[in-house]
């Protein structure tokens, strides 16, 4: 089950419960460029699952439709690396769902990690979840906000903030970005780079 | 001119000359998604500016229509956060024209550093590259190509060709996520993060 470096690691993109620019909190709609870009760093970070979790069915149908056509689709012949990634998706309706499927799996509860754009009291730097991840016997999972990010009640109900990436006094990166920033930060050093 | 930390950097996203999939050399589509998520990267780590590289007429006009809309239209009302990054974007035919831009704004020739997934022979690590930077006389652009890719003959011509991010065999980052890891790999020190 754990067959190698980075497969105690997963990812979620949140979907539901997520604020809006009211600070609402409302279900936002999948958008495609999220699940390619985040499946693509999710392989080159040798992450084990990319959870897209909504519990809205026309947003499941979705998401079904884009694997699909790159996993077993004309995709998977015009792009066999897209195909590669994509294969890393899964869908769940619930954050619990997500957790509970990984736990199951492991025999042994996952943890969770949120993260966001705003400080967090108490959050864990970069360096200390880096060093935890390396405990190959847990696994992680580490949730990302779309729209106006993660709800209050998800960082409290997580085992661990990760403390925000920064920038300027500008802290307005898309998900796709702070993905990308968070796993290289996290796991970078795994990479094969000649750095 | 040189108004602060990081503004001796430029990054250019280059839609010709670029590969296709065959390996022939296109111009390609712009995409909206790569004009926010690069404007907004290029805010968060004090970019100084971010060049849009196309020769067609009808992608300026799409670009020019974007930028627009977030920057004087409603957008700009809606979203405040989203005008202060595409504030940043500017549009050039050619990689020399935005070269030439910078380097007269400047006085001095800018350094030019290709980006690329595959390894070049002789190419600047992350390190080598984040400490040339800190000389805050010298302007430096960054190119980042679409499509599959910046020309062999883009990175010939070029100063420097910057490492590959590397990823566990699997290098098909898409240029959002290779943006957001390059600038933070660069400039990440300079953020004011708690890490």
Known sequence: MNAGVGSNLYIGLVHYPIYDRRRDVVA??????????????????GVEG?????????QIL???RIIRHWV?????????ARKESLSLVKICRTIDEAEGEISSSWGKKAILVATGASNHPGSIQFSALGKMLKDQNTPFLILFGTGWGLTQEVKESSDYVLAPI??????????RSAVAIILDRLLGDRLSSSE
Chains 1, 2 share one sequence.
Not at 50 to 58: A, N
């Open 28 to 45: 936002t709609a999948v958008t495609n460029f999220d699940i390619h870009d985040l499946a693509r760093c999710a392989r080159t970070f």
């Open 50 to 58: 990319f959870y897209v979790i909504t519990p809205l069915e026309s």
């Open 166 to 175: 920064g920038g300027m006094g500008y802290n307005h990166l898309s998900v």
């Open 72 to 80: 077993e689709g004309t995709g998977s012949i015009y792009n066999p």
């Open 62 to 64: 979705l998401v079904q």
